[in-house]
């Protein structure tokens, strides 16, 4: 599947139908009097958010939602049907914006499955002549037609829901590492960007469960749009905890940790104030006199917790989500049912 996080739609509500103009036309009676009944309301647009979507591909093939008019009104009283609502489901973690230069004003937020928001009301039915009686005006012929529906163009943007999300510098091993967690099947490679959109995986740990991010890899400038940019960092906004993984068997990790972390501070969104846990990657391909001489640097220039791990071999993993989820509120890590088997998958690790 595709991976697409933000796209823009035109979205219009149903008009309202337009009110009859009849007269009861009936034997033996001779002034039956007005008989034209309203139009109906039309349809609403209405958001809703779906679990099971993780993408927004769909809208780019599909772009207009019109929602059905209401119905016409008829005579015999009769008023017409009102339109059915045109239900638009987007992903948790849906953001509909407003189609202006900055494209920051949020006009709706959706972050829990089921929630549903009617964002533009159909038109009003019109009304019929038979609502036009007075006792001075026994004939009237005037009518209203439906009100139309509201209509905008709008962006759609996603931003993710988990719980942890994972930064660090291309080639850092987040795709190895999200892969030695999870079920995900991240693409692993000997080169930059092998992952061009964010990743999400469920992690198990002594019987507890929560979802972890893995975004593309920052550089400096991201900022001002230098690699893939900054764009993806929209989907870490909402974790609560972010994994700083730097490469310990690279030519210079202070300096891998300073890109990122000035990255995430020009980028802003709240990133920089977030608990993060700085861990050393790849110990089966360093020295381990330099990885520890590192961490207790990072642990005197104030980190207050500093991980060694490999994500290949699995070397150090249990300590680190210790750790996270001890910074996790109990209401958002999953407590699994007593007696069930966890069955991690056994798979061997390829860089391929």
Known sequence: MHFLDQAKIYIRAGAGGPGAVSFRREKYVEYGGPDGGNGGKGGDIVFEAV???NTLIDFRYTQHFKAPRGGHGMGKDRNGAQGKDLVIKVPVGTQVIADDEERTTVLADLTEAGQRVVFFEGGLGGRGNASYKTSTNRAPRQHQP???????????????????????????????????????RAKVGAYP??????????VRHKNREFVLA???GLIAGAAEGAGIGDRFLGHIERCRVLIQLIDIAGTDPAEAMQVVEEELAAYGGGLEDKPRLIVLNKLDLADPELAASFAEELQDAGADQVFAI?????????ALLDAVISHLPAATV???PQGEQEEEDEKPWSPL
Do not use: C
Request: no cysteine; net charge negative.
């Open 51 to 53: 679990a099971g979507l």
């Open 146 to 184: 439906g009100l139309p529906g509201e209509e905008a163009y709008v962006w759609l943007r996603l931003k993710l829901l988990a719980d942890v999300g994972l930064v660090g510098l291309p080639n850092a091993g987040k795709s190895t590492f999200i892969n030695q967690l999870t079920n995900t």
């Open 193 to 202: 960007f092998t992952t061009l959109h964010p990743q999400l995986g469920v």
């Open 214 to 216: 893995d975004i593309p």
């Open 310 to 318: 490999s994500g290949a071999t699995g070397e150090g993993m249990d």
């Open 334 to 336: 999953t407590e699994r």
